[in-house]
């Protein structure tokens, strides 16, 4: 399966901030996903990153609070825009792992842990 | 109602002992089923893909009811190191998203 380094593995920002998370994987994918896991609760969807497209967004999440950048096949960065406490949450990055026609499943980075304040 | 619903648990079982718990999914077509193991402060790290009618890994066993659409993961000869919350993960035919459940705690004591 693939290797995800992200970064920074955890922060702490002041509200109104903006904090750029970056995801690297050892091989080329096509897709990558970014998700939100809130304290207690499990992953939600925030968008899919495609190289050379603009990310898909899930309902709840625009763009302009998470622009994400896709420049290659094995890199990718989510920024959580003009934070809010609300925003503390543990973000991180997924691709998929396939021998294709066979999807055996999903490989996440290992998150970043934000606390705004 | 909730595209994967699990039993939160938490399941407190002692060491060597046997525990099972489901996980069930609203949409009918749903092909692709994931058990994935999540240690507190931790990434989701996949435990098992389920396929067919179910698989054996070990001490772990996955079984899928399509007809009463649920999955369920067995652990047999419970370690201190089992302790974990279990997130059953499905995914539907011609989509790239995934469904996440909420999370089984397990807790394994001495």
């Known amino acids: 399966s693939a290797v995800i380094s992200q970064k920074p593995s955890r922060d702490i920002c002041q509200r109104g901030t903006s904090l750029t998370i970056q995801c690297q994987v050892d091989?080329?994918?096509?897709?990558m996903f970014w998700y939100r896991q809130q304290p207690g609760q499990s992953l939600t969807l925030i968008a899919t990153a495609n190289q050379g497209s603009e990310a898909t967004y899930e309902s709840g999440f625009v763009i302009d609070k998470f622009p994400i950048s896709r420049p290659n096949l094995t890199f990718s960065t989510l920024t959580v825009s003009n934070m809010s406490p609300e925003d503390s949450s543990i973000y991180l990055c997924?691709?998929?792992?396939?021998?294709?026609?066979?999807?055996?499943?999903?490989?996440f980075g290992s998150g970043t842990r934000l606390t705004v304040v | 109602r909730k595209e994967v619903e699990q039993d939160p648990g938490p399941f407190n079982v002692p060491e060597g002992a046997t525990v099972a718990f489901n996980c069930t999914y609203s949409?009918?077509?749903?092909?692709?089923f994931f058990w994935y193991r999540q240690d507190c402060r931790k990434e989701p790290k996949l435990l098992m893909s389920v396929y067919s009618s179910g698989n054996e890994d070990g001490r772990f066993t996955a079984q899928l009811n399509r007809a009463s659409q649920y999955i369920s993961l067995l652990i047999r000869d419970s370690k201190l190191s089992d302790s974990a919350t279990y997130l059953c993960?499905?995914?539907?035919?011609?989509?790239?998203?995934?469904?996440f459940g909420a999370g089984t705690t397990v807790t394994v004591r001495a």
């Open positions: 997924s691709v998929e792992f396939q021998v294709p026609p066979i999807v055996y499943g999903y490989t």
């Open positions: 091989s080329q994918v096509t897709m």
């Open positions: 949409n009918s077509a749903s092909q692709s």
């Open positions: 993960v499905v995914k539907t035919p011609n989509d790239y998203k995934l469904s």
